[in-house]
């Protein structure tokens, strides 16, 4: 059953958000789709506990280059890890400039994912729908995406659901929003 979880009151969150904007993103990085070349709709970084553990999801070009985490994403995700009685280790970091900006219905590949671990967002700046729909019966859901919350999707849901964050072109905000997973050590 998802879970949407306030973890950051608004003081706290201007303050991440700031510092999470000024972390390198790879904006609107090409990869070839079906021989054509498009852009990721998003700027994207990963973040991992230690140099250890390594994540790529193999789409959309592949996942940026894997940097340890700073004092203070350890901080955010001990937070997370402590809300939600998980143990994500990895952090990737989406930016949305604007409303412009999106992730179409898609399900996340687990490859390296813990056994039986989902997966959660926490967003900061602009509220953005987040959007659920269940593979069989095709209903949608959407929740507003708060700042400073998070939801959480556990096993099984990735199984049996698509998510997305669509594209709304009335906001003119920026969104940050930092996906965690618990992938297995490579050591």
Not at 3 to 32: A, G
């Amino acid at each position: 059953m998802l879970i949407n979880e306030k973890v950051y009151d608004i003081e706290e969150c201007d303050d991440i958000f700031k510092y999470l904007d000024t972390l390198d993103v790879e904006y609107r990085k090409p990869y070839s789709r079906f021989g054509k070349t498009v852009h990721v709709p998003r700027g994207q970084a990963s973040f991992t506990l230690s140099p250890d553990i390594h994540y790529d999801y193999k789409v959309s070009g592949g996942s940026p280059p894997n940097i340890v985490m700073s004092d203070k994403l350890k901080e955010i995700t001990r937070r997370v890890n402590k809300v939600l009685g998980t143990n994500f280790n990895t952090i990737l970091l989406n930016k949305y400039k604007d409303g412009n900006d999106c992730i179409g219905f898609h399900q996340d590949r687990e490859n390296g994912w813990a056994p039986n671990s989902g997966f959660a967002t926490l967003s900061f700046g602009a509220e953005r729908d987040f959007q659920i729909r269940n593979i069989q019966s095709n209903e949608t859901s959407n929740i507003l995406h708060k700042n400073g919350y998070v939801i959480y999707l556990p096993h099984p849901m990735n199984h049996d659901n698509l998510h997305g964050v669509p594209k709304r072109s009335k906001i003119k905000d920026c969104r940050i929003s930092l996906t965690f997973r618990e992938i297995i050590d490579k050591k």
